[in-house]
């Protein structure tokens, strides 16, 4: 049996390419609590990105554009400060797990909050990951 909704909705989806529009993006980033702010530069190399929120794909479009910006610019070090997660999903894990592989001493630092910690440890990138208790404790290695 065919649902009448079902054909308007994939109909949709065909015309907008299979991409959501930017109103959508913004408005998900912006009922989400998502924040991603860098830490004002200490003059060390190091950038510092705080995440605070729900991460899920959705919500990934603030730290993909960070981690961009991150690619681009001069850092030597990158931190990524996960104590203000939420919940994040396995769209955050690939997103950190390739800037692992592409930005130079990359390093999350925590506390990690449980449901992170356990997501890394079930995946088994927490033992790819180069982990911090703390963002000074990043810093100094």
């Known amino acids: 049996m065919r649902l009448p ?27 989400s609590g998502t924040d991603v702010s860098p830490l004002p530069d200490r003059g060390d190399g190091a950038l510092v990105l705080v995440l605070a929120g729900e ?26 400060d996960v104590s203000g997660i939420v ?17 130079p001493g990359f390093t999350v630092a925590g506390p990690l909050p449980p449901q992170l910690r356990r997501l890394l440890e079930l995946s088994g990138a927490a033992g790819v990951l180069r982990i911090a208790p703390d963002v000074a404790t990043a810093r100094g290695a």
């Open 5 to 31: 909704f079902r054909s308007r909705a994939t109909k949709a989806r065909r015309l907008r390419g299979g991409r959501r529009p930017t109103y959508a993006s913004w408005l998900a980033d912006t009922l």
């Open 87 to 103: 919940y994040a999903d396995s769209g955050l894990l690939r997103l950190l797990v390739q800037a692992h592989h592409q930005l």
């Open 55 to 80: 991460f899920d794909r959705g919500t990934l479009a603030p730290f993909r554009r960070a981690l961009a910006k991150a690619k681009a610019g001069p850092a030597t070090q990158t931190i990524i």
